[in-house]
């Protein structure tokens, strides 16, 4: 029989109408009352860390969803995490980095209507969450509209249907019919020891997104307030350099030992500097390449390594390293120029 501990941390799943509107109120014990058994048997445990809407999830907090996994790790054999869905793929892509060498599933779920409510999808997606954390993998992943995505590679693309969540860049893990699991993808494990627990984060990270216009001097703000900031640039990561040029800039707060990520607005396909003169222009500067990483991604992984070095060499090192699928190895589609 499994062991699966549901850590509640809120979100619209436990979502009650109140004067104001929606907000989450049931609490870990009610929240189970509403997973049907199914095969595989399974004892479901459950305990509330906190009770917020997922619009208030803070980086504080995905230490303490981390820590409850690590401080009961060896007492269950999954986990089923249930929280909002507007920073639930921030979340997922955290705990991949701050727990590693998983050899059992870490299962974050939620809904677009509160479980309480007669039509909901909430009920499909906790139940599917439960049995995905009896299987034996190890990983972080999202468990939605009957849909299995690494947790890396979430993306919330849509507000009020079920099928919230996409998987970008990256094949579904699997399907969920009935209680069966359908693997698309062969998750391959590469633990091997114990759990590795990093819990250090530095939340003081910027994302900026570009758009035509933006003023260099924006970065004189940035500077004394964040030690990294990421930029969601054009197309293949290209940076404006006529009229208001942001390059000097940005190699300004480099010079000065912030870490800068460039990325992509694009969800699909990620940057590639090398394509373009606006592209290859900023890379003169010793930024960070994102690759086809997601933004969800890209910011708790900053995040988790200013928590581990200020050396911005080794902080590139390991922002461009492939860690829990969040990037593809040796991403290199451009052109033969």
């Given at each position: ?16 109408k ?8 049931l ?13 595989p ?17 803070q ?10 996994i ?16 507007d920073?639930?793929?921030y ?13 059992k599933?870490?299962?974050l ?7 309480s ?12 969450a ?30 009020k ?15 969920i ?11 391959r494990s ?13 939340p ?10 933006t ?11 964040y030690?990294g900031?990421?930029i ?5 990561g ?36 090398t ?7 900023v ?8 690759g ?35 990037i593809t ?9």
């Open positions: 029989m499994k062991k699966i501990l549901l850590i509640a941390t809120g979100g619209t799943i436990a979502s009650v109140g004067e104001e509107g929606l907000s989450p109120a609490t870990a014990e009610e929240l189970t009352g509403y997973v049907p058994k199914h095969s048997n399974y004892r479901l445990d459950s305990q509330i860390l906190m009770n917020i809407d997922s619009t208030n999830m980086p504080e907090y995905w230490v303490k969803i981390a820590e409850a690590y401080e009961n790790y060896h007492r269950y054999d999954g986990f089923v995490i249930t929280h909002g869905t920073t639930m793929a979340t997922a892509s955290a705990l991949s980095y701050m727990l590693q060498n998983l050899n599933p870490v299962v779920t939620g809904s677009q209507v509160p479980i409510f007669e039509r909901t999808d909430a009920k499909k997606n906790l139940s599917d439960v049995r995905f954390a009896c299987e034996e993998v190890g990983g972080v992943f999202i468990v939605f509209d009957g849909r299995v995505i690494l947790g890396t590679r979430a993306v919330k693309m849509r507000t249907s079920y099928d919230a969540f996409e998987s970008i860049n990256h094949p579904y893990i699997a399907y019919h009935h209680d069966q699991v359908d693997y698309q993808y062969e998750l590469e633990a091997v020891g114990e759990l590795i627990f990093e819990p250090s984060l530095c003081d990270v910027f994302l900026l997104k570009l758009h035509p216009g003023k260099p001097e924006i970065f004189d703000y940035i500077k004394p307030l030690r900031v990421i969601e640039s054009f197309g293949n290209g940076v404006p350099f006529q009229e208001r040029n942001l390059l000097p800039k940005i190699k300004e707060l480099i010079d000065d030992g912030m870490a800068v990520v460039i990325t992509t607005q694009c969800l699909e396909e990620g940057e590639d500097l394509l373009y003169e606006v592209g290859r222009k890379a003169q500067n010793t930024v960070i390449l994102s086809d990483m997601n933004t969800e991604a890209i910011v708790p992984k900053l995040m988790w390594v200013l928590g581990k070095t200020n050396h911005l060499l080794e902080i590139k090192k390991i922002m461009e390293t492939p860690i829990a699928g969040d190895p040796k991403f290199d589609e451009s052109w033969d120029l």
